[in-house]
């Protein structure tokens, strides 16, 4: 049972993680859990607008998976990727500022909470159309490639996804040419309020691996050491030209598919079953039982992070709108290479 | 000047271009082994070998998907698509992703992709493979519509698609292939956005673009005959639009046509009409005429095909009409 496996795995990985690496895991967690419960904050004050689409629960896979990868690496992602973003080091200023349609947010207001980009932190892009980014995936992984450069391509996607002609032709491509892709399936079990189970006919996702030849493992997504292990394993693969892997890290969004959605589709018992599992206090708890932290220097990182988020406000706040005359800009670039 | 066929013209762009850049490599269904399904990339493959002239399985979304990330990745992909109608089944890459990408991250993100496709009717291919669909691409902004007539162009042209940063789609058409014209000696690139004045003449402006342009030259020579001297203009390329070439034209001529391939409803004659009623309703003594294709999907049987398209015929009688 692959579950068995990485479980195994991932105790070994506390073991092996320097105390330096555990806390950061942990800091990472906290600050996307608190960003977007600032962010919702903010949406029901109307100070963010548009689809927003929070990652609150699922915070264990963008930092087990991007905490696995070099800084060099690249990430596709979704438009639920304000964790994927903030996981590879975006700043929560620039985040915040983009939700907040600003001029100083990552893609100068033009973007949203669906577009973040961060070309520099190599974080690729987050696509809203579902299925959209593991065809650039691909071609991301072909250009490293091309180029016989050492970096690997993770590329995060929903369960939503895997019906989608573009799961399987990306998967297809990237296994045919040995692109040295990740490909993460977060299965949250409902695309927007449909069970997987009524979307696609083999729930178990890892799965769609095997007919493309290349390894799947499910892993718990709501443990960020499993998550961490089963990408260390990818990428690594990927790195020595051995191609693509499939994981599927089971997690669940603690709150709806939008701001706009009640999700009153889930049973409240199953939410607290969850909630129960929460990838951070499982953390938590895990660092304290084993004498990796204790409780005041968990609680210090928490109020870092508070204030951090606080400075993200006030810095989106203050920043100032695009100028109007930026609406017809960045559609093209001249052939000086101006926009 | 040397006679070479369109189709040669576009195999001397793709290798000079390959030899002039490490970054640009030719992806697509049966590019390699086979040449290309029209045979334009023939004989890259041997030369150049599988890294930049890659062979891809049968998957236009993922094909042009894979061209995007490419191209995000710092190389300078061309993907070819076998026809503009397959390329329905790349809509969401092209529109969705290639065409947004650079606006959405506020400029911080660039597409250098160029995506070669034939399309076009007139060999009884039937409905599902005789389409010219340029006004799908020219309504989206973000996207470079380039549409070459003749040898010559679609070597200048493809050369500076190459060259520049943005998404562009690069329409040839299939009965051009084989068509010869001069083609300058040497490097030279064909600026984008600046039309041709193919003939000059004072008494109505013929705007048209790829294999139009043909008959619209063929109806003018026709109509000068009857004492009717027409103005052709080959667009070359629908954007960036050289509205500026066709209005200073209909400013002279006082009348204007547009002839192009597309269905005649929604096409890019249409957008070619409202430019020149914006810029020169003034000047006009009629209005604007479109001569395109009627508006059903294109038959398989011969004469009823011929009947669907515009032709040299179509352009003379509605100018006697219009004079």
Redesign the interface.
């Known amino acids: 049972m692959a579950l068995e496996r990485e479980k195994h795995i991932a105790e070994r990985a506390l073991l092996t993680m320097t105390e330096t690496q555990l806390l950061d895991l942990y800091r990472r967690m906290v600050l996307i859990r608190r960003f977007e419960d600032k962010v919702a904050e903010m949406y029901s004050r109307g100070k963010i607008t548009g689809f927003c689409h929070l990652y609150a629960g699922e915070e264990a896979v963008a930092v087990g998976a991007i905490s696995a990868l070099y800084d060099k690496d690249y990430v596709v992602s979704t438009y639920r990727e304000h964790g994927h973003c903030l996981a590879k080091g975006s700043s929560p200023r620039a985040v915040m500022a983009e939700l907040f349609g600003k001029a100083t947010g990552l893609s100068r207001g033009h973007g949203g909470s669906m577009h973040l980009f961060d070309g520099e932190l190599r974080f690729m892009g987050g696509y809203a159309i579902v299925g959209g980014g593991l065809p650039l995936a691909a071609g991301l992984g072909l250009a490293v490639r091309y180029k016989e450069e050492p970096e690997v391509v993770c590329c995060f996607f929903g369960d939503g996804a895997l019906p989608q002609g573009a799961f399987h032709e990306a998967l297809n491509m990237a296994s045919l040419w040995k692109l040295p892709v990740v490909f993460i399936c977060e299965n949250n079990f409902y695309g927007m309020g449909t069970l997987v189970q009524n979307a696609i006919c083999q729930e178990e996702l890892y799965k769609f691996a095997e007919p493309y030849k290349m390894p799947g493992v499910r892993v718990d997504g709501m443990d960020v050491l499993a998550v961490h292990a089963a990408t260390l394993e990818a990428a690594a693969r990927a790195r020595e030209g051995e191609g693509p892997s499939l994981i599927e890290a089971t997690t669940y969004r603690f709150r709806g598919h939008s701001m706009s959605d009640p999700a009153e589709y889930r049973s409240k018992r199953e939410e607290r079953i969850w909630q129960e599992r929460d990838p951070i206090k499982h953390l938590r708890r895990k660092l304290i039982q084993d004498g990796r932290a204790n409780d005041a220097r968990l609680a210090a990182i928490e109020n870092e992070v508070a204030a951090v988020i606080d400075d993200a406000v006030k810095f989106a706040e203050e920043s100032p709108e695009p100028a109007l005359d930026t609406l017809g800009k960045y559609v093209y670039i001249d052939a000086d290479g101006a926009e | 000047m040397a006679q070479i066929t369109y189709r040669e013209a576009l195999n001397q762009a793709l290798r000079e271009e390959l030899d002039r850049d490490e970054r640009v490599?030719i992806m697509g269904e049966e590019v390699g082994y086979f040449g290309g399904a029209f045979k334009v990339t023939d004989g890259l493959l041997a030369v150049y070998g599988e890294?930049r002239v890659r062979d891809?399985?049968i998957?236009e979304?993922?094909i042009?998907?894979?061209?995007?990330?490419?191209?995000?990745?710092?190389?300078k992909?061309i993907v070819e698509l076998m026809t503009i109608n397959f390329g329905l089944l790349a809509m969401?890459?092209i529109i969705?992703?290639a065409a947004k990408?650079?606006?959405?991250?506020?400029?911080?993100?660039?597409v250098p992709l160029v995506i070669r496709a034939p399309q076009g009717a007139g060999h009884q291919l039937g409905a599902q493979h005789s389409q010219s669909l340029e006004a799908y691409f020219l309504h989206c902004?973000?996207l470079?519509v380039a549409i070459p007539a003749t040898p010559a162009d679609a070597k200048g042209l493809l050369k500076s698609c190459i060259r520049?940063?943005?998404p562009v789609i690069f329409l040839e058409h299939e009965s051009l292939y084989g068509v010869k014209g001069d083609v300058p000696e040497g490097e030279y690139l064909t600026p984008l956005g600046k039309a041709n004045v193919l003939r000059e003449g004072k008494d109505i402006t013929i705007v048209s673009y790829s294999k139009c342009v043909y008959d619209a030259v063929a109806a003018a020579e026709a109509l000068e005959n009857e004492g009717v001297d027409a103005e052709v203009i080959d667009l070359r390329t629908l954007n960036p639009l050289d509205t500026a070439t066709v209005v200073e034209s209909v400013r002279k001529t006082g009348k204007a046509m547009v002839v192009y391939e597309g269905w005649r409803t929604g096409g890019a004659g249409a957008e070619i009409a409202a430019q020149i009623y914006e810029a020169a309703f003034d000047h006009l003594d009629a209005p604007v005429e479109r001569v395109a294709t009627l508006d059903t999907p294109i038959p398989y049987n011969a004469r009823l095909e011929k009947a669907a398209l515009p032709g040299a015929a179509d352009i003379v009688k509605v100018a006697e009409r219009m004079v």
């Not at chain 2, 042009?64 to 190389?75: D, K, T």
């Open positions: 490599f890294k891809t399985p998957a979304l993922t042009v998907g894979a061209g995007v990330g490419a191209a995000m990745g710092g190389l992909p969401d890459q969705n992703h990408i650079h606006y959405m991250f506020g400029g911080r993100a660039k902004p973000g470079l520049q940063d943005n």
